[in-house]
């Protein structure tokens, strides 16, 4: 069971996460962290449940008002106790944030096609269609012709902006719970999990799905760790394999982290496939070393290396490779 202090840090840390993207998720994360009762609540749940994304989705899946005050959320919890804490046990995280793609693509265009991607915590797989987007880095440049929907990240230091989309020969993904872009239920479980406020979050989720499902995606169900070799057997047939994840690698526990990356450096340094990680500094210390990404920033990097800081949800890009 996690200590109180422990569940008060962690709701607080999120509060700053949340900061300037969504003042209900900061209100109700700090609103978590003074209270006691709401702790005990959250002790009951085994300790990667307790994760806040999915506390707050679940409250709001039962009819917590967002945007809302902490009261009416609190509410939720309390009189409907069984029914989100079910929910909490069943569902998962799988924002799937296509938006991601604004920080990922670049990095994409510079390596040699064709490629053939796949996606570690692939959920639904929308992020694996990065040539069916046009893209738009205020301040760097942008990319176009796709004939799909735009998306946009503010971008500062020497972007290398692609002169043509990725041409990805081949793409699949593993993810321990895969969503079916077809399913509404799992696709409206998907926009629970987008933010209040963000109502351009919505409206991208939902463009994205439209992209995926004229395609669905290849995610085979299970541990990385067993299906992803065999992923990349079947990519190297196609195209230059590319393993990617964004905020993915942080729910594996510490051993599996270091496991992760034993493992992937290990491919990169055999020439088996080139590696993007876009997740938390503290979560791949080794790759993220000395590199400071500033305050709720992600460690962009490239087989290892850091390249850029990253806005979590791909709205900023901030790049640091000469």
């Not at 300037?20 to 900061?26: A, Q």
């Not at 999990?193 to 169900?221: G, K």
Request: aromatic share 8%.
């Amino acid at each position: 069971m996690q200590m109180s202090g422990e569940i008060a840090d962690r709701y607080r840390d999120f509060a700053t996460y949340a900061r300037g993207d969504s003042p209900t998720f900061e209100a109700w994360a700090l609103g978590i962290a003074d209270d006691p009762e709401v702790h005990a609540w959250l002790a009951d749940l085994p300790e990667p449940k307790q994760q806040p994304n999915l506390v707050l989705a679940a409250a709001r899946w039962h009819g917590a008002p967002a945007p809302g005050e902490y009261a009416g959320f609190k509410a939720v919890l309390l009189e409907h106790e069984r029914s989100v804490k079910q929910t909490i046990r069943d569902r998962a995280t799988q924002t799937n944030e296509v938006g991601r793609l604004a920080a990922l693509t670049p990095v994409l265009g510079t390596l040699d096609g064709p490629l053939a991607l796949i996606e570690v915590g692939a959920s639904a797989g929308l992020c694996l269609f990065p040539d069916r987007y046009d893209y738009d880095w205020p301040g760097a440049g942008a990319l176009t012709g796709s004939g799909g929907p735009t998306l946009t990240a503010t971008a500062t230091g020497p972007v290398p902006v692609p002169v043509r989309h990725p041409d990805v020969a081949w793409r699949g993904g593993v993810d321990l719970n895969p969503l079916d872009v077809t399913d509404s239920d799992a696709m409206a479980w998907l926009e629970t999990l987008v933010w209040p406020e963000q109502d351009d979050r919505r409206e991208r989720l939902r463009a994205a799905v439209a992209v995926a499902r004229r395609e669905p995606p290849y995610v085979v169900r299970g541990d990385l760790f067993d299906h992803l070799p065999a992923l990349l057997d079947e990519a190297g047939r196609h195209g230059t394999p590319v393993v990617f994840h964004s905020a993915v690698i942080a729910y594996l526990e510490d051993a599996d982290r270091e496991r992760f990356h034993d493992l992937m450096t290990g491919l990169v340094d055999d020439g088996a496939c080139h590696w993007i990680s876009n997740e938390a500094p503290q979560v791949l210390p080794r790759v993220t070393r000395d590199f400071d990404p500033g305050p709720g920033r992600f460690v962009l990097a490239l087989d290892g290396v850091p390249v850029a800081a990253a806005h979590g949800h791909g709205h900023a890009l901030e790049w640091r490779s000469s």
